[in-house]
């Protein structure tokens, strides 16, 4: 079946432009989760999706990240005023909601170049 | 808060030789411990898992077990190919409520022919 997508690949934006990353978790998936990925700060979680709720947005480093879910499937996170601290390869990943400690499935990530 | 160490990288062997990488831990309660990798060009894939003290996780011929008496979670191959060669993280969650992933810095491993 179809693995976790997200669009673009690739994005170079300009310093204060807004930008908006898109996934598309595994059907049925319940749980959500985006991460980034950057050479200074390694792997770090920014926000958790349970349905279209999202209980943990301890990760979002400032109020310019904003991230929302609808029905229970596509989510949107979205960077205004873009700074170059934000160029990294943001990843999705999704989970099925049963058990302890399930699988996350990552998607292939979104890079962002703020120049 | 949880946190997760591994080897500084990158580490470079020859094909067939044995492979360790080094993984601790930090956390609160009894986390699920997790080695990721992530091949050239592709996405974070899970490699092996285990949820408890003493498990052992494999995959691929990769191993790795739960020591919570050292928070440890060594990785290990007897014999490793080329087509190891990838980025390997190790992670933990918690069992309750979000499950985010902690993520260790990552280590990058060449096998040369």
């Known amino acids: 079946g179809a693995g976790v997508s997200q669009s673009p690949s690739n994005k170079v934006t300009e310093k204060g432009k807004d930008v908006e990353l898109r996934c598309d978790p595994i059907?049925?998936?319940?749980?959500l989760y985006w991460y980034r990925q950057s050479l200074g700060q390694g792997l770090e979680f920014l926000i958790y999706?349970?349905?279209?709720?999202?209980?943990?947005k301890s990760g979002l480093p400032s109020d310019r990240f904003s991230a929302e879910r609808t029905g229970g499937s596509v989510s949107t996170l979205t960077i205004q005023r873009t700074q170059q601290e934000d160029s990294a390869v943001y990843l999705c990943?999704?989970?099925?909601?049963?058990?302890?400690?399930?699988?996350?499935?990552f998607g292939p990530g979104t890079r962002l170049t703020v120049t | 808060g949880n946190s997760v160490t591994q080897m500084e990288g990158p580490v470079t062997l020859s094909e067939e030789a044995f492979l360790t990488i080094n993984c601790t831990y930090t956390?609160?309660?009894?986390?699920?411990l997790f080695w990721y990798v992530q091949y050239p060009g592709e996405g974070l894939q899970l490699l092996l898992k285990?949820?408890?003290?003493?498990d052992k996780g494999s995959n691929k011929g990769f191993e790795a077990t739960y020591r919570k008496e050292t928070t440890s979670f060594h990785l290990e191959k007897g014999s490793v190919q080329v087509s190891d060669s990838a980025v390997y993280f190790c992670?933990?969650?918690?069992?309750?409520?979000?499950?985010?992933?902690?993520f260790g810095q990552g280590t990058r491993l060449t096998i040369n022919p």
């Open positions: 990943a999704s989970r099925s909601g049963q058990g302890r400690a399930g699988e996350q499935y």
């Open positions: 059907s049925g998936h319940t749980a």
């Open positions: 999706f349970q349905g279209n709720s999202a209980p943990d």
């Open positions: 956390a609160t309660g009894y986390p699920s």
């Open positions: 285990a949820t408890k003290a003493d």
């Open positions: 992670a933990l969650s918690g069992n309750q409520g979000a499950q985010k992933l902690v």
